[in-house]
């Protein structure tokens, strides 16, 4: 167990609709990361936080927002979600960025219909 | 722009066979290359890589980087089939997530 819980573990809802995954870190961890992974593709980075703030973007579409709450939880919010959106999302955490490893938690399985 | 390219995209391989593992990298603000093990969900953590020319080793796998020619290689002596699995490398800063390599040992 990585410490890194995701909420919910699967979710299947249809095109346009807009859905919430959630995260909480590892106890003492700042940092959060959010991942999208398709099918066959690998781990794409979709954004960074730190202690609350925006640290870094990656791939992440217009459609896609996300933000790191006081408690150091994180949401992952998908709107006018399409069919190419199916995908895991994963949320890893790590307390020095770059000089200590990600964890990460078990994804949520995102099926849009 | 940020990239890190694995090689071989896919290897099946024979138990016990010694397998090498490629990644290579071009990233601003390098702090770390890391390598997971992803089977069937999460990826797990396997070695955090820092300094050039040094080897860390854990039972049957190692790893070793080159900050001078960026790119490290990840072996695994004696392969069992618990080894099966997707290999993935990141650069950190922004752990930057190479495809995988896709492992199969067959009995």
């Known amino acids: 167990d990585s410490g890194v819980t995701q909420t919910p573990k699967h979710l299947i809802t249809a095109t346009g609709q807009r859905v919430t995954l959630r995260c909480s870190p590892r106890?003492?961890?700042?940092?959060v990361y959010w991942y999208q992974q398709s099918l066959d593709q690998g781990l794409q980075f979709l954004i960074q936080y730190y202690n609350g703030e925006e640290r870094a973007k990656g791939n992440i579409l217009e459609r896609f927002s996300a933000q790191q709450f006081p408690d150091l939880h994180s949401e992952l919010n998908l709107s006018s979600l399409e069919l190419g959106d199916s995908a895991l999302y994963f949320c890893?955490?790590?307390?020095?960025?770059?000089?200590?490893?990600?964890?990460f938690g078990n994804g949520t399985r995102l099926t849009v219909t | 722009e940020d990239k890190v390219v694995q090689s071989p995209l896919s290897l099946v391989v024979h138990e016990g066979d010694t397998v090498t593992l490629n990644c290579s990298y071009e990233?601003?603000?390098?702090?770390?290359l890391l390598w997971y093990k992803q089977e069937k969900k999460a990826p797990t953590f396997l070695f955090m890589l820092t300094s050039s020319g040094i080897e860390k080793k854990s039972g049957r796998l190692s790893s070793i980087l080159d900050k001078k020619e960026l790119f490290s290689i990840l072996n695994i002596t004696a392969t069992q089939t618990g080894d099966s699995a997707v290999y993935l490398c990141?650069?950190?800063?922004?752990?930057?997530f190479g495809t995988g390599t896709s492992l199969t040992v067959i009995p």
């Open positions: 106890s003492g961890d700042l940092s």
């Open positions: 890893a955490s790590s307390s020095q960025g770059g000089n200590s490893p990600l964890h």
């Open positions: 990233v601003t603000n390098f702090r770390s």
């Open positions: 990141a650069v950190a800063n922004q752990f930057y």
